[in-house]
């Protein structure tokens, strides 16, 4: 089964610097990956998706981007953090069983923009 | 993608069995309907997922009518541990869960 490695756990940021969160999947090869941002006591906001090295999908404009320079690593990155980047990150790989998909997520990374 | 209703938040007791509705009117023939839980400061865990009539794991039911224009999942005998969020996806049979996840509803459990 599906490994999702996604680090660091905690990250304290000052405004303007930049960002680089990596995650890793193990298990599984060509998957479909995701990056979530969850705001405190929110639900789960879709920002990037990817089906393949070098094939990156926005599903909001904002102050970050996301890049897949490998099959199984995923990278979401910023030049200039703002406030609002602060959040709770996630990496998730879809993996198929049976003849549906599910959603695998990583440990999460919980940011702090000060 | 269908949008989905869900309730706020659930009480409950320790021993109790607690059912957690969601509405997705717009649901398409080929849509299925995927339930997740959350704990705090950790990523969604699936629970179970169906496409109709009723789904049984080890650790939940998942009921939805003929219709399917809504679901119900089933946590038999709720612990303390079950305290979470838990989160209704309808997603689409072709795959991508290129979906916004709701708030969710968050079911306390009370000794």
């Known amino acids: 089964s599906q490994t999702i490695h996604q680090w660091p756990a905690t990250l304290v940021q000052p405004v303007g610097s930049p960002l680089s969160l990596e995650c890793t999947v193990e298990g599984t090869s060509n998957p479909n990956l995701y990056w979530y941002r969850q705001a405190a006591g929110r639900g789960l906001q879709l920002l990037f998706y990817s089906v393949g090295i070098g094939q990156i999908s926005s599903e909001v404009p904002q102050n970050l981007s996301a890049s897949r320079p490998q099959d199984r690593q995923f990278i979401l990155s910023s030049k200039k953090l703002l406030l609002s980047d602060s959040g709770f990150y996630l990496c998730?790989?879809?993996?198929?069983?049976?003849?549906?998909?599910?959603?695998?997520f990583g440990s999460g990374t919980q940011l702090s923009v000060l | 993608l269908a949008k989905t209703t869900q309730p706020i938040s659930m009480d409950s007791y320790e021993g109790q069995e607690v059912n957690i509705t969601c509405s997705h009117n717009?649901?398409?023939?080929?849509?299925?309907i995927t339930w997740y839980q959350q704990f705090p400061s950790q990523g969604p865990r699936f629970i179970i997922q169906?496409?109709?009539t009723k789904v049984t794991n080890e650790v939940a039911s998942l009921f939805i009518p003929a219709d399917r224009k809504s679901s119900t999942l089933s946590l038999p005998r709720v612990s303390l541990s079950d305290t979470a969020v838990y989160y209704c996806l309808v997603v689409g049979q072709s795959g991508g869960f290129k979906t916004i996840f709701g708030a969710g509803t968050r079911l306390f459990v009370k000794a």
């Open positions: 998730a790989c879809a993996a198929l069983e049976g003849v549906n998909e599910k959603l695998f």
């Open positions: 717009n649901i398409a023939t080929n849509d299925y």
């Open positions: 169906g496409y109709k």
